[in-house]
């Protein structure tokens, strides 16, 4: 059974809503922290804006993915493995040329390392140098400058020009 009766009155409700209480005074409302210096200041509340020179935390910026950063190592590699390629290739990473003067032992079939001339080790004088020679005009006479050659060393890369060294028994 249903009855109409009027809302009960609560004496300290006004009349239309949320309004403060007759005769009273409006609701508190939150007021703003201020943090002791050398201390976190809480944000503000609600509605208040942040105090003047007071430190206001910002959101993290969003992490960027890794894909741009693994694109840039890729380029940066790849460009490195090239010029490394390219420098061994041209010879830049042979072992240090010998010069005029130097003697030498040989330590291979196709090797020779510089010695102190007094040492016991050395086999050879280095005469003289012939540069941008072919393997083949190494063995055909790129010594003839050089009279007393006793043996010739060739260093380069197959089908390239190298430098000629022309060596003196010891």
């Known amino acids: 059974m249903s009855t109409n009766q009027p809302p009960e009155n609560d004496s300290n409700a006004s009349p239309g809503g949320n309004h403060p209480p007759a005769g009273g005074n409006p609701p508190p409302q939150a007021a703003p922290q201020f943090a ?3 201390q976190p200041q809480h944000p503000p509340a609600a509605g208040y804006p942040p105090a003047a020179g007071a430190f206001v ?3 993290p910026a969003p992490k960027k993915s890794g894909v741009a950063k693994r694109i840039l190592f890729s380029f940066v590699g790849a460009i490195v493995a090239i010029v490394v390629g390219i420098l ?3 010879g830049i990473f042979d072992s240090p040329s010998m010069k005029a003067g130097d003697c030498v032992q040989q330590t291979g079939e196709d090797s020779v390392k510089v010695v102190a001339c007094d040492s016991a080790d050395a086999q050879y004088s280095v005469l003289g140098i012939v540069e941008k020679q072919s393997q083949i005009s190494a063995r055909m006479g790129a010594c003839k400058a050089f009279p007393e050659t006793t043996s010739v060393y060739w260093q380069g890369r197959d089908t ?3 430098t000629v060294y022309c ?4």
Request: aromatic share 0%; no cysteine; net charge positive.
């Open 88 to 90: 061994v290739r041209n």
């Open 167 to 170: 060596l003196k028994k010891l």
């Open 57 to 59: 935390p910002q959101p």
């Open 36 to 38: 002791p210096a050398g």
């Open 160 to 162: 390239k020009s190298g």
